[in-house]
């Protein structure tokens, strides 16, 4: 038998589940240092028995953690549940800097959702990077790129390239998304070109509907005689698969405190570095991010705060080498 639900009855079914608002909790007390029933009442959408329920689930589930402790307390004046001093989050992700950090980015941007606001008090924030307006990715090129991705297909793109005044129809078959620090990417391998290649997303400006599980690439072999045939997927993008170490440190060339303050920045270790791991496909993309290409040596070391420790094997991969 089909059952109709009432829009209130889905909503229902599809309630937010009490993990979901444990997070809040955590979060609320973390960021806030207080939450209340009606915080859980008005996000939620719950009773006021339900939100009870919760905050004490959670009071449970901190007495029950390693180590045991309140996280919180109910300040009978002021009504509400306050942080204590032992608090330490049951969700760190969640509550971590870096989440905090890019919801509040988000926040400023106009970009985040309802259903992830998870802010009571909002500092004021500004933003000092331009980022691209949103329709500038169509909404229809993603979702047929992620379908393209997800099945394994090959598709027509048409693309504006920053060599070519018109733009070109091209034969692609995506395997991954990727982003630059500004612009999201698309790597595909391009049947035209012979190889696998970075798309700018917000470039494409048309993506057909994938209906062609993508295959292999024969062509002429420009070396030898006959064809040479290669995979298309992102097993054989071996660019794509390969992880080259960036270990980056302080400039030397910055005063001493100057350094000391860029080593905590980047959370460098007592041998002051920190190591990232990059695809081979993007590392010209982190070099220049960081200013640490060929380019940049003619900078200042305070426009250039940051070198890499292992240069000649970074250019080296990125050359191609090993």
């Not at 402790?69 to 800097?97: A, G």
């Not at 993508?214 to 698969?241: C, K, L």
Request: hydrophobic fraction near 40%; include cysteine; charge should be neutral.
């Amino acid at each position: 038998m089909v059952t109709n639900f009432s829009k209130e009855e889905l909503l229902s079914v599809n309630k937010w589940n009490q993990a979901r608002r444990l997070e809040f909790i955590d979060f609320r007390l973390a960021t806030d240092g207080r939450i209340n029933r009606r915080d859980l009442v008005d996000f939620f959408s719950i009773s006021i028995p339900q939100a009870s329920l919760d905050l004490s689930k959670y009071l449970q589930l901190v007495q029950e953690s390693d180590p045991p402790r309140k996280n919180l307390s109910y300040d009978r004046h002021l009504k509400v549940y306050i942080r204590t001093d032992d608090f330490r989050p049951l969700f760190p992700k969640i509550c971590s800097p870096e989440s905090y950090l890019n919801d509040l980015l988000a926040y400023a941007q106009g970009d985040l959702v309802k259903s992830r606001n998870f802010f009571g008090f909002i500092p004021n924030a500004g933003v000092a990077a331009f980022y691209p307006p949103r329709r500038n990715i169509d909404t229809m090129v993603l979702f047929n790129i992620l379908e393209s991705i997800r099945t394994h297909k090959a598709v027509h793109i048409t693309y504006l390239s920053v060599n070519s005044i018109k733009p070109t129809d091209q034969l692609i078959a995506p395997h991954g998304l990727a982003f630059d620090g500004m612009r999201w990417h698309i790597r595909a391998y391009c049947y035209d070109h012979h190889g696998f290649r970075n798309y700018v997303l917000s470039r494409i400006v048309r993506c057909a509907i994938p209906e062609i599980p993508a295959p292999n690439d024969r062509f002429p072999d420009p070396i030898g005689n006959g064809f040479r045939e290669v995979g298309t997927s992102g097993r054989d993008d071996t660019e794509w698969n390969e992880l080259v170490d960036l270990v980056i440190k302080a400039n030397p060339q910055l005063p001493e405190a100057y350094r000391r303050a860029i080593e905590h920045d980047y959370g460098m270790v007592e041998n002051g570095t920190v190591v990232y791991p990059c695809r081979r496909a993007l590392l010209s993309k982190a070099l220049e991010w960081l200013r640490l290409t060929q380019n940049d040596v003619g900078l200042t070391p305070e426009q250039r705060p940051v070198v890499l420790d292992n240069e000649a094997e970074v250019f080296r991969r990125l050359a191609g080498g090993h």
